[in-house]
Antibody
Framework: QVQLKESGPGLVQPSQTLSLTCTVS????????VHWVRQHSGKSLEWMGR???????SYNSAFTSRLSISRDTSKSQVFLKMNSLQTEDTGTYYC?????????????WGQGVMVTVSS | DIQMTQSPASLSASLGETVTIECRAS??????LAWYQQKPGKSPQLLIY???SLHTGVPSRFSGSGSGTQYSLKINSLQSEDVASYFC?????????FGGGTKLELK
């Protein structure tokens, strides 16, 4: 069955780099895009970027200068790296998938990982 | 960026009632719209895509409609398990953007 699971540190110091991993099962990263979406304290959602099924990436320009998304298809993992973290980056980070040949709506989401940026 | 304005921000309704949530886009999004339900402490779950297509396994009391810049999610015969927050998302133009959410409670 389709699963996505985020993992990473719950606490990051200001100005440091956030590294998260999304481990997927039940589908292939070469057929589906995986996106990163974050949410501040139950408030609205913010799309950050995506890893396409062909290995290309797209980013929200609000994050372009400090966000990087990569993957390891052999491990079924997609990675998020974001540097220069500030307290405003505190929130829950989700990975979600969509089929590249349909609209970019997300039919499966991970459980999310809560990240706090604090010294 | 396309702005998605969702209304109301919160809503209180009785069991069995029909509820409608609206989403207005700052420009035409040509039905590139999805609706999600999020229960406390859980991740969002897809309800509707392409403005009016019901996702697999979603109860038929949920429906989506609209076109252009105006879209709505309707819940017929409200059930207790429908208590949640609801978000719209446009995927017509990058970056994908979400509405501010509607928190639905029972009266």
């Amino acid at each position: 069955q389709v699963q996505l699971k985020e993992s990473g540190p719950g606490l990051v110091q200001p100005s440091q780099t956030l590294s998260l991993t999304c481990t997927v099962s039940g589908f292939s990263l070469t057929s589906y895009s995986v996106h990163w979406v974050r949410q501040h304290s139950g408030k609205s959602l913010e799309w950050m970027g995506r890893m396409w099924s062909d290995g290309d990436t797209s980013y929200n320009s609000a994050f372009t200068s400090r966000l990087s998304i990569s993957r390891d298809t052999s491990k079924s993992q997609v990675f998020l790296k974001m540097n220069s973290l500030q307290t405003e980056d505190t929130g829950t980070y989700y990975c979600a998938r969509n089929f590249d040949y349909s609209g970019d709506y997300f039919d499966y989401w991970g459980q999310g990982v809560m990240v706090t940026v604090s010294s | 960026d396309i702005q998605m304005t969702q209304s109301p921000a919160s809503l209180s309704a009785s069991l069995g009632e029909t509820v409608t949530i609206e989403c207005r886009a700052s420009e035409d999004i040509y039905n590139g719209l999805a609706w999600y339900q999020q229960k406390p402490g859980k991740s969002p779950q897809l309800l509707i895509y392409n403005a009016n297509s019901l996702h697999t396994g979603v109860p038929s009391r949920f429906s989506g409609s609209g076109s252009g810049t105006q879209y709505s999610l309707k819940i017929n015969s409200l059930q207790s398990e429908d208590v949640a927050s609801y978000f719209c998302q446009q995927y017509y133009d990058y970056p994908w953007t979400f509405g501010g959410g509607t928190k639905l409670e029972l009266k």
